[in-house]
C-alpha cells in the first residue's frame, strides 16, 4: 500500500499534466459514443423518450436505402484507401530524394487542396461538372460528343464522387510518406547501392517496408474520413441519382434531421462505430507487431 502511495505521489506531475485532455477526451468523445448507443435503443420526439430496445435496428435491417449505403460507403473506403495510398507511395517513393526544394514544390503543390476547404472544392467540382454550363460538359459537346451529366448517371456518379474526394486529400497522405522516408537509414540505401540493387528494389524491399506504421496510419485516417463523407455528397449528388451516392453518414443525417428519426440515427451511428473498429483493429494490431 504504501509503494502505490509513493508510486502515485511521484507521478502526481504528470496525472495533472493529461487530466485536462483526458477530461476533453471523455466529454466529447467518450460520452457522445456511450449516449448514442443508448439513444439508438430508444424511440425519441422533442420531448420524450420511449424505449424501443433493437427495433431501430430491425428498422433498419428492412431499409433498403440503408443497405444501398453500406455497400456505397464500402466501396467509397476500399478504393479511395487503394488510390490514396497507392498514389501517394508512387510520388513519394519518385521524389523524396530530389533535390529539396523540388521535393518542397511537390508537397505544396499536392497539399494545396488539402487545404482548401471541402465545402469550396466541392463548389469548384460542382461547377466544372455542371451539365449545362460546366467546362467538362462544354468541352465534351466541343469535341462533338454531345452533353454529358456524370453525376446525373447512376454508373459514372460514384466514380466521379471518389475521384473528387481522392484528389482533395491524397496531398496528406503523400506528406506523410515523404517524410517517413526522408527518416530512413540512409545506410540501407548505401547497402543496396553496394549490393547492385535497382530503384525498384530499393522501392519494393526498403522504402515499402520502412515506412508501414505510416502506411497504417494513414489507412486508418483514411477509413475514418471516408465513413465520415458527407459534403462532397451533400453539395455535389444529394445523395442521388436514385440514392447512387448515399452514404451511411448521408442517410444518417437524412434521418436525424430530414425525417426526425433521431434514434434511428443513433442505431446509424453506432454500425458506423462498429465497422470503423472492424476496419481499424487489424490495422492497428499489426502496427503494434511492427513495433
Known sequence: MKLRSNYLRENITGYLFILPQMIVFLAFLVYPILEGMRLSLYQINYDSEKFVGFANYTTLFN???FFKATINTVVFVIFIVLLTVGFALFVASAVFDKNAKYVSFIRGSYYIPVMVSMVVMSMVW??????????ISYLYKDMGLGTINLLGNPKTVLPVV???TFATNVGQA????IAAMIGVSKELF????IDGASRWQVITKILIPSVGPTTTYITIINIIAVLKIFVVIQLLTGGGPNNSSVTLMYYLYNNAFKYNQLGVASAVGVIMFVITLILSVPQLRSMIKVK
Open 126 to 135: 460542382s461547377f466544372l461538372l455542371n451539365p449545362a454550363n460546366g467546362l
Open 162 to 164: 471518389i475521384f473528387v
Open 63 to 65: 431499409d433498403p436505402v
Open 174 to 177: 503523400i506528406i506523410l510518406y
Open 190 to 193: 548505401e547497402a543496396a547501392e
